[in-house]
């Protein structure tokens, strides 16, 4: 046995080495944001790129409704029930609290994670609003 370290290997890698012909959406890519709980339902986006600074701050919105409802993870394309997903609302910059976008996620915020594959799902999120919509 080599007491020299063994090479990692990053998920991209793994897969572009063993499934060359992959669809592009489906290569994992680095992320640039992570998401942090921070109590009473609310969740950081963090900037990795920014050391670490909140891009945003998402805020649960009560569910109404059929409770059994379908519904879609934006960042990691889990589909589930209100049971495994919420709908989250993130404040746009200097909007006074009138102006907002929505995010449905994972209320497993780790699993989440492991599961997201990009930015993809937060990019509407953190995009100006400079065309109203």
């Avoid at 050391?51 to 379908?70: C, F, I, K, Q, Y």
């Avoid at 594959?117 to 990019?123: F, K, N, P, S, V």
Wanted: with cysteine; glycine share 10%; aromatic share 6%.
């Amino acid at each position: 046995m080599s007491d020299e370290p063994k090479p990692t290997w990053t998920d991209r890698e793994i897969v572009l080495e063993f499934f060359p012909a992959t669809h592009e959406r489906l290569v994992p890519r680095p992320l640039r944001f992570e998401l942090e709980d921070v109590g009473d339902g609310q969740v950081l986006v963090r900037d990795r790129h920014a050391g670490g600074d909140v891009a945003a701050r998402l805020t649960p919105v009560r569910p109404t409704g059929n409770p059994t409802a379908e519904l879609c993870c934006d960042l990691c394309q889990r589909t589930g029930t209100r049971r495994w997903l919420g709908l989250y609302r993130a404040e746009l910059p200097a909007s006074g609290g009138r102006r907002f976008r929505y995010l449905t996620a994972c209320h497993d915020r780790r699993a989440c994670e492991a599961r997201r594959l990009d930015d993809a799902g937060l990019a509407p999120l953190l995009r100006e609003s400079g065309s109203g919509r």
